[in-house]
């Protein structure tokens, strides 16, 4: 059986008023119990979705992977590998093809930070961490990886150093240059070509990277009132963040630099988690109130003044503690919880069809904080049957793999 990649993204992730609690000297750590609270749910936003119609998927727990001591709080997929990375800074790569059970995974790093984000480029690993780092791997040989650069770049600290207006302030009297990420990098994301890496961070910010030489090209500070936990990119360039605020904001870049199109508020508690459809229509946010909203473009998309106009058409309900992390592949959603649980949920043909969930997949012991998927077969043509692969990773330490076999509707 082969697989293709398809990338997908402990986090209501955290507030600023809790970092400012923090010693300045302390690397921040990330807000378990508040992330996990059950905030209230959205009322006045109508369901999308029907009862679960299991008939139309089969699915089966086929391995749980062992071997990190902590959370697992990230994953990434590439053609032959599964990464995972830990929230106490290690990284291990494991074989895709079974018996993954049999494996203790090879350790690409450790003690860096812990591992809030993960992205494959080429042959590069992307990781984001707590300690406000970027770091790029390059393979070695099948088992070994090297650390081939640090962001921001030894070029890009020494050129702005000297240079008044590089600074921006951080806090109350200090400054860091604004290349600097001064907190924990929550996300990351790439642009369709690859020619762009995103990066979000709690710092309130998020930066855009060249990926050829890792050049900081632009910071775009106080993009949120709090800290940014989500950022994703669709395939038309539209820029999407999520952030402790409870807002979700749209940017666009306009000449040389990304500019506010729109901000989506809707929900009532942090956003924890964003995943953005294959054609880039469709935005779907998770947050602590226990919703995955579906927003979707107006007809006429981006107008003649610049904004993108952008309505919440429904919620997806089904979770009772907080959405951690959402992936979309095909029509499936997929969405990971607080609850233990992760869900799956196919988009109809039509508009008025709504949403179903197909399935629950129960297992875990404790919050679902990752997923990534992949998947085989006419998974874009909705009148052929597909399978997809499914790992999740989560606070019991372990990630495990599920295998699902997604009937034509």
């Known amino acids: 059986m082969s697989f293709f ?14 970092c400012q ?19 209230p749910s959205l009322p006045l936003v109508p369901s999308l979705s029907s009862l679960l119609q299991s008939s139309t998927v089969e699915h089966q727990c086929v391995a749980t992977i062992k071997g990190h001591s ?29 018996p993954l059970e049999c494996s203790t995974g090879n350790i690409v790093a450790a003690g860096s930070g812990g591992v809030k984000s ?33 962001l921001p770049t030894m070029n890009d600290r020494f050129t702005s150093l000297f240079t008044q207006k590089s ?13 600097h990420h001064v907190d924990a990098v929550s996300s ?25 030489d890792f050049k900081c090209l632009e910071s775009i500070e106080k993009a949120h009132d709090d800290a940014v936990n989500a950022i994703v ?9 999520g952030s402790a605020d409870k807002t979700i904001k749209v940017w666009s870049k306009k000449d040389k630099n990304h500019s506010l199109v729109a901000t989506l508020k809707k929900h009532l508690s942090a956003v924890n988690a964003l995943a953005v459809s294959e054609d880039g229509k469709v935005l779907y946010s998770g947050a602590c109130d226990r919703s995955i909203l579906v927003w979707e473009r107006l007809s006429h998309g981006d107008d003649a003044d610049g904004e993108l106009h952008m309505t919440v058409v429904g919620a997806l309900r089904g979770h009772t503690k907080a959405i951690m992390c959402l992936a979309v592949v095909s029509d499936l959603v997929l969405s990971g919880s607080a609850d233990k649980s992760l ?11 709504g949403y179903s969930c197909l399935a629950v997949l129960e297992g875990h012991t404790k919050p679902v904080k990752c997923l990534a998927v992949s998947v085989s077969g006419s998974g874009s043509d909705s009148n052929s049957d597909y399978s997809c692969v499914v790992y999740s990773g989560s606070l019991d330490l372990s990630v495990k793999v599920w295998n699902l076999r997604v009937s034509a509707v």
């Open 188 to 212: 990351l994301a790439l642009s369709l070509d690859g020619s762009l890496l995103y990066s979000a961070s709690w710092d309130r910010s998020f930066k855009i990277w060249r990926t050829s």
């Open 118 to 150: 993960l992205v494959i480029l080429g042959d590069k690993l992307i990781s984001a961490h707590q300690d406000h780092k970027i770091r790029v791997w390059k393979p070695i040989d099948d088992a070994k990886y090297k650390c081939v650069a640090t």
């Open 343 to 353: 869900r799956v949920w196919r988009r109809g043909l039509l508009e008025k069809d």
């Open 233 to 241: 990119v669709s395939r038309d360039a539209f820029c999407y963040t």
């Open 5 to 18: 990649p398809c990338y997908c993204p402990l986090s209501c992730n955290k507030t600023r008023s809790e």
């Open 167 to 179: 600074y921006v302030e951080v806090r109350r009297h200090k400054k860091r240059t604004w290349v």
């Open 70 to 98: 902590s959370y697992v709080s990230s994953l990434a997929l590439s053609r032959k590998s599964l990464f995972t990375g830990s929230s106490h800074g290690e990284i291990r790569v494991w074989p895709r093809e079974p």
């Open 21 to 39: 609690k923090k010693s300045t000297h302390h690397q921040s750590e990330p807000s378990t119990s508040s992330s996990l609270l059950s905030q």
